[in-house]
């Protein structure tokens, strides 16, 4: 059974709140709630993709290894957010690895259970079909932040998607370690150090797992800012 929390949270994710109220409850009523330990394999990229999975609590990623060992981290998730839809749609195996970056709660939908409803529920096709979409419009968010921005401006719109509030100051806590951030950024670790240390003159100081955000509507600026422009200025 699941918590009045857990199903308030599932409800409001993507993948369910497009749905009528009797079609979420009947899958909910049949989904499970797990924990899972900071460093947790939650599923191999090449495994059947049995399950399709919403954050309860917690930070998840979802990565690929290159032919050269290294790790390309495709998303990091957190409460709310749903991941494995569209390998469930197609009955596929996972095309990533998922693993929990921080002690976490996963609800797990079993892909049977989602394909079998399709049949009767068309709406819930839709419901798959949205939230691949959102998926989608990350990763073209992603690929244009690696080709138009610099690395000092990505982590700005990183700290800023943290922040609270448009403007004056804020503090903010990095929700997971600075070598995951790098990659979620494409950036290696001593780049993310060197993009922190550029970011002091726009007022961010960091400190441990915490950046305190002097003017949030000048660093804006920044992070928005056409870096060809600031090349055209120096020239």
Not at 214 to 221: K, S, T
Request: glycine share 6%; charged share 25%; with cysteine.
């Amino acid at each position: 059974m699941l918590k009045h929390a857990d199903r308030k949270i599932a409800k409001k994710s993507i993948l369910f709140s497009s749905l009528p109220g009797d079609l979420t409850d009947t899958l909910l009523e049949r989904a499970a709630a797990n924990a899972y330990e900071r460093g947790t394999t939650i599923f191999l990229q090449g495994d059947p993709a049995v399950s399709v999975y919403i954050v309860l609590d917690g930070w998840t990623k979802l990565f690929r290894i290159s032919p050269n060992g290294t790790e390309a981290v495709v998303g990091v998730f957190t409460r709310g957010r749903s991941f494995g839809e569209a390998a469930a749609f197609r009955g596929d195996v996972y095309p990533v690895t998922a693993e929990a970056v921080t002690d976490c709660r996963l609800l797990q939908v079993s892909t049977a259970l989602i394909l079998e409803t399709m049949k009767s529920r068309p709406e819930l096709c839709t419901a798959i079909l949205a939230a691949t979409f959102q998926h989608l419009h990350s990763l073209i968010g992603q690929v244009e932040q690696l080709k138009a921005h610099t690395g000092a401006q990505r982590v700005a719109e990183f700290l800023l998607e943290l922040c609270p509030r448009d403007e004056g100051a804020c503090t903010v806590t990095l929700p997971y370690d600075k070598i995951l951030i790098a990659g979620r950024l494409g950036m290696k670790p001593e780049s993310l150090s060197r993009a922190f240390a550029r970011l002091r003159k726009f007022g961010v100081m960091v400190k441990q797992n915490h950046a305190a955000l002097a003017d949030v509507g000048r660093l804006r600026d920044y992070a928005e800012e056409d870096p060809a422009a600031s090349w055209s200025k120096a020239q």
